[in-house]
């Protein structure tokens, strides 16, 4: 491989930046990487070879336990969360059976008391599901392969149309959606995220009017979907993306605090960026996200 790459290099102008594994026979095998630049006569004629091997051992090390780390955890949380929604829902059904059979019982007080049981339990049972979706991303979803993002984007707003009609909103479409390298059901979930959102954080009173646009160059598509809603306060913009993390009361809207975390993670796993533009409360906002057209060769 290393002989490859160098002749590469040397005919071809390839870049020569590799990794591999040096093994000896008293000494535990080693990773190494080797980086150079060749420099020629006018005639094509390579002259010498300038460059530096670098011991990457200790590195690769912490990045293998690191994946494994990392799979670990996801492993523990997706188990997790689906062992605990059992019990909770035994929980949920027997305190609905209850409510029912002593109604006639209870005063007005005690049967509040008993509905916020099972809202609590209802919304637990929402946030478990919300985790187990996070869980999900880059291992239960369907691989990155071509796609029509404008199919993705048509599943996700066939989900959103009662939503859309009930609200009395309007959503503007402006752009080409171009084939990309893609989850399909990331990319219909990101969307259906970010388009939701625009739904529900608007003003009563105040019919939400989104606008979902793209910008197409030569190895990126960008969305950006911009609304007319209540905006965010300047003071929150870094809670924005984390897990379990909300920004208004659940008396005012109901959610879990995951669907941000959990575009940054889809997008993230593509390889891409997100973010939000905003002029304050009650201005509306803009997030948008950048994804590759084509995944990078290393991850291929």
Same mark, same amino acid.
């Given at each position: 491989?290393? $002989?490859? %790459?160098?002749?590469?290099?040397?005919?071809?102008?390839?870049?020569?930046?590799?990794?591999?594994?040096?093994?000896?026979?008293?000494?535990?095998?080693?990773?190494?990487?080797?980086?150079?630049?060749?420099?020629?006569?006018?005639?094509?004629? /390579?002259?010498?070879?300038?460059?530096?091997?670098?011991?990457?051992?200790?590195? &690769?090390?912490?990045?293998?336990?690191?994946?494994?780390?990392?799979?670990?955890?996801?492993?523990?949380?997706?188990?997790?969360?689906?062992?605990?929604?059992?019990?909770?829902?035994?929980?949920?059904?027997?305190?609905?059976? =209850?409510?029912?059979?002593?109604?006639?019982?209870?005063?007005?007080?005690?049967?509040?008391?008993?509905?916020?049981?099972?809202?609590?339990?209802?919304?637990?049972?929402?946030?478990?599901?919300?985790?187990?979706?996070?869980? +999900?991303?880059?291992? &239960?979803?369907? !691989?990155?392969?071509?796609?029509?993002?404008?199919?993705?984007?048509?599943?996700?707003? !066939?989900? =959103?149309?009662?939503?859309?009609?009930?609200?009395?909103?309007?959503?503007?479409? #402006?752009?080409?959606?171009?084939?990309?390298? !893609?989850?399909?059901?990331?990319?219909?979930?990101?969307?259906?995220?970010? #388009? %939701?959102? %625009?739904?529900?954080? *608007?003003?009563?009173?105040? /019919?939400?009017? $989104?606008?979902?646009?793209?910008?197409?160059?030569?190895?990126?598509?960008?969305?950006?979907?911009?609304?007319?809603?209540?905006?965010?306060?300047?003071?929150?913009?870094?809670?924005?993306?984390?897990?379990?993390?909300?920004?208004? !009361?659940?008396?005012?809207?109901?959610?879990?605090?995951?669907?941000?975390?959990?575009? +940054?993670? $889809?997008?993230? *796993?593509?390889?891409?960026?997100?973010?939000?533009?905003?002029?304050?409360?009650?201005?509306?906002?803009?997030?948008?996200?950048?994804? /590759? =057209?084509?995944?990078?060769? *290393?991850?291929?």
């Amino acid at each position: 491989m290393v $002989i490859n %790459a160098n002749q590469d290099h040397l005919t071809q102008g390839a870049k020569y930046d590799i990794e591999y594994r040096l093994s000896t026979i008293n000494a535990p095998t080693r990773w190494m990487r080797s980086v150079g630049q060749a420099e020629f006569f006018p005639d094509g004629t /390579p002259t010498r070879f300038i460059g530096i091997v670098q011991d990457i051992t200790d590195r &690769k090390l912490m990045e293998a336990e690191l994946k494994r780390s990392n799979a670990e955890l996801e492993q523990f949380a997706y188990a997790v969360s689906h062992d605990m929604r059992q019990p909770l829902r035994m929980v949920t059904s027997y305190l609905t059976l =209850l409510k029912t059979a002593l109604s006639q019982q209870l005063n007005e007080e005690q049967q509040q008391f008993l509905q916020f049981a099972v809202d609590g339990a209802t919304r637990m049972d929402a946030m478990i599901l919300s985790l187990l979706d996070y869980s +999900r991303v880059g291992h &239960k979803t369907a !691989a990155i392969a071509p796609i029509e993002s404008r199919a993705a984007l048509d599943e996700a707003l !066939a989900f =959103l149309t009662p939503e859309l009609q009930a609200s009395g909103g309007t959503l503007t479409l #402006i752009g080409s959606w171009p084939i990309i390298m !893609a989850s399909h059901d990331e990319l219909m979930r990101l969307l259906q995220n970010l #388009i %939701a959102n %625009a739904l529900k954080y *608007h003003q009563e009173n105040k /019919p939400p009017r $989104i606008e979902v646009s793209t910008l197409i160059t030569a190895t990126t598509m960008k969305v950006a979907v911009r609304d007319n809603g209540i905006g965010i306060d300047n003071h929150q913009f870094d809670r924005l993306f984390k897990v379990f993390s909300r920004l208004n !009361a659940h008396s005012r809207f109901e959610g879990t605090g995951v669907g941000l975390a959990l575009c +940054r993670k $889809i997008v993230e *796993h593509h390889g891409g960026k997100i973010g939000v533009e905003f002029a304050g409360e009650g201005q509306g906002s803009l997030f948008w996200f950048e994804l /590759p =057209l084509q995944q990078p060769e *290393h991850e291929n």
